[in-house]
């Protein structure tokens, strides 16, 4: 039988994810929220247009301006 030492990490971790998550979805909702800003200057109204859509419409915009 192999006796291992418990340092106390195994009690950390989850408070370290907890963070982690935490700091992510404050990123996500950060994204989403430009995101939502942008679609609306885009569409002009609220619409469900993927982002995708959204996006690669204002980079067409952008080219085709220059």
Avoid: F, W
């Avoid at 959204?54 to 220059?66: D, G, R, T």
Wanted: charged letters at 25%.
């Amino acid at each position: 039988m192999v006796v291992t030492e418990n340092d106390g990490s195994s009690s950390a971790q989850p408070e370290v994810r907890s963070s982690h998550n935490i700091v992510e979805k404050r990123y996500r909702m950060s994204i989403n929220d430009k995101l939502g800003e942008l679609r609306q200057l885009v569409d002009g109204r609220d619409s469900k247009v993927h982002s995708l859509t959204v996006c690669l419409s204002v980079c067409l915009s952008v080219c085709l301006s220059v």
